[in-house]
Every structure is written in structure tokens, then in C-alpha cells.
């Protein structure tokens, strides 16, 4: 486990990714239903970005760099979540998905937050501790699903966002969300995965399309021609029943979303892998 989020965060895959679970959750905070959100590959919340990790890499310089001013009305939620972390305008501290979730979700609602790095999972209970809806779990990300579905909560949102180290995370990423399915099939599972190795993504697709999900939503985004398989040229995210209006939220704002943050030659992508 040598993956540390603290050199990323607030990357442009970390802009996806955040960006689409703040829709996520607004969209599903239209009924007043208790919701459930888990994370199972959580970090620690929250990040400083002129710390030793993100100064080494400055990598959050061309994604929530570039966002963290833009006023257009579906950013709002996800800017509001960053902006309750910096007091004044200056951008320093980063939430990661535990915090956003936390920061943008109701006094019903409940948050079951995993993290398997001893001292990461334990900075995150240092994070959350003010908050008696969360509960943080330093276990086997793989393990979650069997471990805490069905959730009491009729509706869960669940991100899985592991961190791509070992060549099987795609494929243990598949088998966790067939076993959240086979739970609650209504589950709302977010899987996010980086755009490298067009090959591996290519067979990751396929076994998509034959999982038991009854709905797969795909969003790419590129900021660089996705032809060299060593870098992240970008990254998406396959949305299990996606929360009605999703797909019309994300339409709009890709194409702005790529020209701010395209390196090279940017670009999107947003279809069925499975549709009703
Ligand atoms: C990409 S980061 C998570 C970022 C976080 N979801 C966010 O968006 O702010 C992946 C995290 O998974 C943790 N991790 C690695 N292997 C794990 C495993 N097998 N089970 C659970 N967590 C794991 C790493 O320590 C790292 O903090």
C-alpha cells in the first residue's frame, strides 16, 4: 500500500470525480429519505495542498486551480464544499470525497466511510470526529460490500475508489459492484478508474457490460489524447443507477469542464455501457 492520496488531491481526475458525486448527492436529496453514503477506499478527508505530498507534485494547480473561481451553477455544491475548508480566497485545504459528502449531505443521513492504511484510516477518525452520522471503518475496501449491505437506509450512494497500485483493482472493482447489486440492486455505485491502459479498459468495459447492473452510466474525461498509457491522460467514472437528471447535468458541463482543464488535446465521453 504505497498509494498516498495527499500527492493528488484536487488533481483533474479528482475535479471529475468529486464534481459527479456532488450531483449525485444533490439529485438524491430531492426526496427527504434517509440516504446512505458509503466510501470504501475513503483516505483521510482532507487535504492541505501547500503540505510536502501536494507541493511535490502541484498536481491540484491544473484541476481545482483551475475550477476554484468558475461560478456556474452546477459547480456550486462542489465549490461550496471546498470553500467551507478556506476562510479567506486563498485555496489551501482540499476535501476529499469523506469530506464533501459529509459537508453536503442532511442530519438523516449516513455516512459509512472505509480506509485500510493504518495511519490514513486514523487521521480520517481524527477528520470526522465531529460528526455522530459518520463512522469510519479501517478494513478491506473489497470487504465492504459484504460486510455493511443491505444498509438500513432504503438509498445508498456508494463510491468505490481504489487506488490502482496492484493490476487487479478494475476486475476486484467489477466483483464489488456485482456484490452490491446482488445486495440492493437499487444501490447507486459510483466506480471511478484512470484512463492509462486503453487495452485493460477495453476488457473492463466488456465484463461491464455483462454484469448484473441494471443501469451504467459512462463519463470520460481526457486532458491529454488518452494514446500513452503511462500517464494519466484521464479518467472516468461508470455511475450504476444514475439519480434522474444526471446525464443531462453532465452533458452540459463537460465540454466547459474539458477546455478549463485540458493539458493537450482534451476531450469527453458520456453513454450507456448498459442501458434500460
Ligand atoms: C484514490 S485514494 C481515495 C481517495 C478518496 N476516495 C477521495 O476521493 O478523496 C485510495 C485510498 O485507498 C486506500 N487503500 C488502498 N488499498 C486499500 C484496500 N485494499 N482497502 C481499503 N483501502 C485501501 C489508500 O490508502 C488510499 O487512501
Redesign the pocket.
Known amino acids: 500500500?504505497n498509494?498516498?492520496?495527499a500527492y493528488?488531491?484536487g488533481n483533474h481526475a479528482?475535479v471529475l470525480?468529486?464534481w459527479v458525486?456532488t450531483r449525485c448527492l444533490a439529485l438524491l436529496q430531492k426526496k427527504p429519505a434517509p440516504l446512505a453514503y458509503i466510501?470504501?477506499?475513503?483516505?483521510?478527508?482532507l487535504?492541505d495542498l501547500k503540505g510536502e505530498e501536494a507541493l511535490k507534485t502541484d498536481e491540484w494547480q491544473a484541476g481545482i486551480g483551475r475550477v476554484w473561481t468558475s461560478t456556474h451553477p452546477l459547480l456550486a455544491d462542489y465549490l461550496h464544499a471546498v470553500r467551507e475548508l478556506n476562510e479567506d480566497d486563498e485555496l489551501r485545504y482540499y476535501?476529499?470525497?469523506?469530506?464533501?459528502a459529509r459537508c453536503l449531505t442532511r442530519s438523516q443521513d449516513h455516512l459509512h466511510l472505509?480506509?485500510?492504511?493504518p495511519a490514513?484510516g486514523q487521521l480520517l477518525k481524527d477528520n470526522m470526529r465531529i460528526d455522530r452520522r459518520v463512522s469510519v471503518h479501517l478494513?478491506?475496501?473489497?470487504h465492504?460490500p459484504r460486510a455493511l449491505l443491505p444498509t438500513e437506509e432504503k438509498r445508498l450512494l456508494m463510491?468505490i475508489?481504489?487506488?490502482?497500485?496492484e493490476g487487479d483493482d478494475l476486475q476486484n472493482s467489477v466483483q464489488a459492484l456485482e456484490e452490491s447489486l446482488a445486495r440492493m440492486r437499487q444501490a447507486i455505485v459510483c466506480l471511478?478508474y484512470p484512463v492509462k491502459d486503453i487495452g485493460q479498459l477495453r476488457r473492463f468495459y466488456q465484463k461491464l457490460e455483462k454484469s448484473n447492473a441494471p443501469k451504467l452510466l459512462r463519463v470520460e474525461l481526457y486532458v491529454n489524447q488518452p494514446n500513452d498509457s503511462s500517464k494519466l491522460n484521464g479518467s472516468g467514472l461508470v455511475i450504476c443507477n444514475p439519480p434522474w437528471g444526471l446525464e443531462a447535468e453532465l452533458r452540459e458541463l463537460l465540454p466547459w469542464l474539458t477546455e478549463t482543464l485540458q493539458q493537450g488535446e482534451g476531450g469527453w465521453r458520456l453513454d450507456w455501457l448498459i442501458a434500460e
Open positions: 500500500m498509494y498516498r492520496h493528488h488531491a479528482d470525480k468529486h458525486l466510501d470504501t477506499h475513503a483516505g483521510i478527508g487535504y476535501p476529499g470525497s469523506p469530506e464533501i472505509n480506509e485500510k492504511h490514513d478494513g478491506e475496501g473489497w465492504v463510491l475508489d481504489p487506488p490502482f497500485e471511478w
